[in-house]
């Protein structure tokens, strides 16, 4: 960052002309509460809301999303949108940001009534919205990207001091930085989601809607993220968060919204509120907190897998038994080579050397459809991208792993089908309209319950689920992790992958801590504590193994 | 693990919900959001169908809707199986290529030897070259429009070796002509071939496990592979079908006509042809999605476009224009509804 006396006039400059440009909005916010006054029943005391979402109702097809949703978001606060997947909260969010239109109600921009066309329609009325989905252009660098369509120009030429100068200029403003040069595509999500607020702040945007992405980022990530808002705050922004994670963000929270299938349960000051009243007002009913017994397995339960000395590329040398009825977790930090273990073991991954038994006898040349037939089955990391095929319904997508069975010489025995389907869905209970229902239609919880259908279908030995509950609300969770408990009393060996400590601590009989592709620590997991666990992740190798 | 659905499934829970487990789930699945395309083609089709039946006498006959059908033999017969390469998302170009290769092959085989051999021969042609295809792009991953384009060019270069470039034809062999110009029930039995064909090939794309696959490959190969589906043999196999069917259409018009197709005119253009009806069907060149009576009703479409310019007797040189412009509509919309979904 420059900071020479030169400088210091210089990054001004462009702030002068931002001041410039906000002026009359300025002056429109000094006039809104009197403005607000004209629509009568406003308390004086109460600040004029800075945007007003009024009785906002939104379908998709015969889908209500949300309905009968009204919001206030005040200026220079921390409004955040709690609830299950589907409850409607991104949908909420996009409406504010003018992805989306309601189909009915209306939004009152400082007492104004107004309607997006477009994020960018938003973003002209100085809202700006950072989404799930990244949008920014990978090749392009952090500075590039931030002043993308409003380069300062010189006749058609990029003046790159200039955009340099104000750049520069933005950081010191916002109070955090991504290098100027990095070219966007080799930062991590976290960081290309500062370019994008730094855009959002580039265009002069008082209000940011923030979804918090729930699946692409790194709880880490989110985390740094999540540190940003304060200094946005404090420039006097008004924050719309999106997000999942309850605990940390009633911290930071000045207002909360609950809502659940599509409707506003309440709406108010976040003071009010606890971890627990918010999941309670979430879920429509109070979360039993026991998770059912782990039963250890037997002591003669043989290993239904086992892995021996595997190398592969990012694993160096992996040896551990999963015994029948015994849940194994993988943990360890997002790099320590867990995933590569998995993918690995299926065979996505070369192996270098080392073997894979599954039931007591060896495996070479893996392949998803060999192991499945010895018994192995999977539920990959990212279930939209590996795991489900959205443009088939329900249906089709369980059935995958077993049609061979549900068929009689290559024709599908639709009958047999959709009984077995039907069944293991209501068993699981995936919540659907049936199960020909577009599998694209179903929340994040219901789609990663559907991998599990598909699984449980398959009556495995082994199952091997990587980050089952990644993205995943709750509910969703809770009952995922109440299925993999169960499948394990059944009998089932289960090697859980996961960077969620609590997930793990909670549910594994045995955790093997992963360090550089190495298994450098093993914990009984009905004892370990979350000290030990992340103590083990982080310490020195040597250290941990003695 | 093979009987484990035949089982009782692990067991449900006390209390839980037990029995029959196909309560609440119809037949028939609830229409879902966004099935505009579901019916997309049909509209256009039979409207189009209205107007010309009312505005010329000729048209609703018999003798020209059989015609129809009997010239489009060999185009439908080939876009079954095109539209299961799309389907399990590849592209094949070489069909046209494979269509002359076959042709010249059955004819020449016709002279010298005897019919049904020189069919075959022909079929087995088709089969090599559809093997190759899908092996290039399924194990060396080469991208499928490359690979078959690639192919094209060799094929062709090969038919255009075999022949030195001329027509052969088999007027001395009449008996040759009688597997396309058999006349069984007061139709030709290349339309019987092309309706067992697009039967078949149907069957197998919606009603068996290999279809399932197709779809599963197509629409999301790396889950599909994850799922326990071997996506290269699928891909194989699509290929395959796709050669032989085309070597079929090949077969089909040399035989209606008893001489083998132009290698220098009809290389690329039944490949368009066919790519041009499926697309406008409805099938999507991205994969994963579409249907057989799609693409019969997307090449019978295009078809009865000429039809009726023919009947009309209106300039045939707008023809190529309004195919053109359909063929962007068609894509266009499916483009738009992928956007809808999200």
């Known amino acids: ?546 | 693990m093979k009987s484990a659905v035949e089982e009782p499934l692990l067991p449900l829970e006390p209390g839980g919900p037990a029995g029959d487990g196909s309560r609440g789930y119809g037949a028939f699945g609830r229409r879902r959001i966004g099935d505009l395309r579901q019916s997309g083609i049909l509209i256009p089709f039979i409207a189009l169908f209205i107007v010309l039946s009312l505005t010329n006498t000729h048209f609703f006959t018999g003798t020209n809707l059989l015609n129809v059908l009997d010239q489009q033999a060999s185009t439908l017969v080939a876009a079954a199986g095109e539209t299961l390469v799309l389907v399990t998302g590849g592209l094949d170009l070489s069909i046209g290529a494979i269509y002359v290769l076959a042709g010249v092959t059955a004819a020449h085989f016709a002279l010298v030897t005897n019919p049904t051999f020189a069919i075959l021969l022909a079929l087995l042609v088709g089969l090599a070259v559809g093997l190759t295809n899908g092996i290039v792009t399924a194990v060396f991953r080469v991208n499928s429009l490359i690979a078959t384009l690639a192919a094209s060019y060799v094929v062709i270069g090969i038919a255009g070796l075999a022949t030195g470039g001329n027509i052969i034809d088999d007027f001395t062999h009449p008996s040759f002509g009688n597997f396309s110009r058999t006349v069984f029930l007061g139709v030709h039995t290349s339309t019987w071939v092309m309706i067992f064909v697009v039967v078949l090939l149907g069957f197998v794309l919606h009603r068996t496990t290999t279809g399932r696959y197709m779809y599963a490959a197509g629409g999301n190969r790396e889950a599909a592979q994850l799922a326990g589906v071997r996506v290269r043999q699928v891909q194989i196999l699509a290929f395959a079908c796709s050669g032989v069917v085309a070597a079929l259409g090949g077969v089909i018009d040399t035989s209606r006509v008893l001489s083998s197709p132009s290698v220098s005119n009809e290389g690329f253009g039944l490949a368009f042809a066919v790519l041009a009806g499926v697309v406008v069907g409805g099938t999507s060149i991205l994969g994963g999605r579409g249907a057989m009576w799609r693409s019969v009703v997307g090449i019978l479409f295009i078809a009865l476009i000429a039809n009726g310019f023919n009947l009309l007797g209106a300039n045939p040189l707008y023809e190529t224009i309004v195919l053109g412009v359909l063929l962007v509509a068609a894509v266009a919309f499916d483009s738009w509804t992928r956007l809808r979904q999200g």
């Open chain 1, 1 to 546: 960052m420059p900071s020479g006396p030169d400088d210091l006039g210089l990054p001004g400059a462009p702030f002068d002309d931002a001041n410039a440009i906000t002026q009359p909005d300025a002056a429109g916010r000094a006039v809104g509460p009197v403005g607000g006054g004209a629509t009568g029943d406003a308390n004086p005391d109460v600040p004029a809301p800075h945007l007003e979402l009024k009785r906002i109702s939104k379908h998709f097809g015969a889908t209500k999303a949300l309905d009968d949703v009204s919001v206030r978001l005040f200026p220079g606060r921390v409004h955040v949108l709690v609830g299950e997947n589907g409850a409607g909260k991104s949908t909420l969010g996009k409406i504010v940001g003018g992805v989306l239109a309601p189909n009915e109600g209306e939004l009152l921009l400082r007492g104004k009534v107004v309607r997006f066309r477009s994020p960018l329609d938003a973003l002209a009325h100085g809202i700006a919205s950072i989404a799930q989905e990244l949008a920014v252009v990978p090749e392009l660098t952090a500075e590039q990207n931030v002043f993308l369509g409003a380069e300062p120009r010189w006749s058609g030429y990029v003046r790159r001091r200039e955009l340099r100068r104000r750049y520069d200029a933005l950081c010191d403003a916002a109070g955090f930085g991504v290098p100027p040069g990095a070219v966007v595509g080799r930062l991590r999500a976290a960081e290309q989601q500062k370019v994008e607020i730094l855009r959002a702040l580039a265009r002069d945007a008082e209000l940011i809607v923030l979804d918090e992405p729930s699946s692409s980022l790194g709880k880490d990530d989110v985390a740094k993220l999540r540190a940003l808002i304060p200094s946005l705050r404090s420039r006097g922004m008004t924050i719309v968060l999106v997000s999942h994670f309850l605990g940390e963000v009633l911290e930071m929270a000045d207002d909360v919204s609950i809502l659940r299938d599509g409707r506003l349960v309440r709406t108010g000051d976040a003071a009010a509120e606890t971890e627990e009243s918010l999941v309670e007002a979430m879920l429509g009913r109070t979360l039993d907190r026991s998770l059912p017994e782990r039963c250890p397995p037997r002591a003669d339960a043989p290993a239904v897998l086992s892995v021996r000395n595997l190398r592969a590329h990012g694993v160096n040398g992996v040896s551990f038994d999963v015994r029948a009825g015994e849940i194994v977790a993988l943990a360890g930090l997002v790099g320590a080579g867990r995933t590569e273990v998995a993918q690995a073991i299926v065979g996505t991954r070369r192996t270098l050397s080392g073997e894979v038994l599954v039931a007591g006898s060896p495996l070479e040349r893996r392949t998803p459809r060999r192991l499945l037939d010895r018994g192995l089955a999977m539920i990959p990391e990212s279930r939209k991208e590996e795991g489900l095929v959205l443009d088939r319904p329900v249906r089709e997508n369980a059935a995958l792993s077993v049609l061979p069975v549900l068929s009689r010489f290559g024709y599908v025995r639709r009958g047999l089908e959709r009984r077995q389907v039907a069944r293991v869905l209501e068993r699981l209970d995936v919540r659907t309209s049936g199960a020909d229902a577009g599998t694209r239609t179903l929340s994040g919880g219901n789609q990663q319950k559907l991998l599990f259908a598909r699984v449980v279908l398959s009556a495995p030995l082994v199952l091997v689920a990587d980050e089952p509950t990644r993205g995943v609300d709750v509910g969703a969770r809770r009952s995922i992790h109440e299925l993999v408990i169960e499948l394990a009393r059944e009998g089932k060996g289960v090697l859980l992958i996961s960077s969620d400590t609590d997930e793990v601590l909670a549910i594994a009989h045995r955790i093997l801590v992963m360090q550089g592709g190495r298994i450098v620590a093993e914990l009984d997991g009905s004892t370990a504590t979350e000290e030990e666990l992340v103590g083990a992740s982080l310490l020195d190798r040597d250290r941990a193994v003695s």
